[in-house]
């Protein structure tokens, strides 16, 4: 008796997990999004300084935010210093300042990291898109819920913001979300 119960009990299992497979088969994502990649290599660096935004994905913690702006300076190995900065509402309006760490979660490209603004809650911060010169960067999430495009100046060719754009949507990003930032 003992046996047959194992044996039933076996069977549902192994059914169930089939089920399952199937069910989610059947019923899961048609065509899932590929993982997003990040850039080989960022030399941190180079990478140190400030950064314009240029669009974003709207978020809550950055309503009323113009000329937005991010500095980031070395305090240790693979950890850097982030203020955040934008003025509320308009070019002139109050200064509004976040200042936050990020640690480097991948030491072999620097390109993953994560940020916090209010410890012990992190972000994903992963560099996916960079110019040579670092003269630009794409950030995104690997949810792809967040992206920014930063800048080293206040502007951006229209050539380079559409290519970079295209590049983002290759990697499963909406960029019709994107809010382009005013900036001085």
């Known amino acids: 008796m003992k046996k047959t119960a194992w044996l039933i009990g ?4 192994v059914l169930t997990i ?18 997003v990649r990040t850039v080989p290599y960022v030399d941190l660096n180079r ?11 709207p978020q809550r913690f950055a309503k009323g935010c113009t000329a937005t702006r991010a500095t980031y300076t070395a305090v ?11 003025h509320l509402n308009s070019l002139d309006g109050e200064l509004k300042q976040a200042q936050g760490y990020a640690k480097v979660v991948d030491t072999e490209s620097n390109s993953k990291l ?13 560099i996916i898109d960079l110019g040579a010169n670092y ?3 794409v ?12 800048s080293r ?8 913001y559409q290519e970079i754009l295209s590049r983002a949507q290759a990697q499963g990003f909406d960029v019709t979300r994107l809010v382009k930032m005013l900036q001085p």
Not at 76 to 86: A, M, S, T, W
Not at 139 to 150: I, M
Request: net charge negative; proline share 6%; hydrophobic share 35%.
């Open 153 to 160: 100046n206040t502007t951006m060719d229209e050539t380079t």
């Open 114 to 126: 994560k940020v916090t603004f209010f410890w012990p809650f992190f972000g994903d911060y992963w």
């Open 76 to 86: 240790k190995e693979g950890r850097i210093e982030v203020l955040n900065e934008c």
């Open 139 to 150: 950030v995104g999430s690997p949810d792809r819920e967040y992206l920014w495009v930063l």
């Open 47 to 57: 990478y140190l300084g400030r950064w314009y935004e240029i669009s974003s994905f």
């Open 135 to 137: 003269d630009y960067a």
């Open 18 to 35: 089939h089920l399952g497979e199937q069910s989610a088969l059947a019923f899961g994502p048609k065509n899932p999004k590929p993982e």
């Open 10 to 13: 076996s069977l549902l299992t």
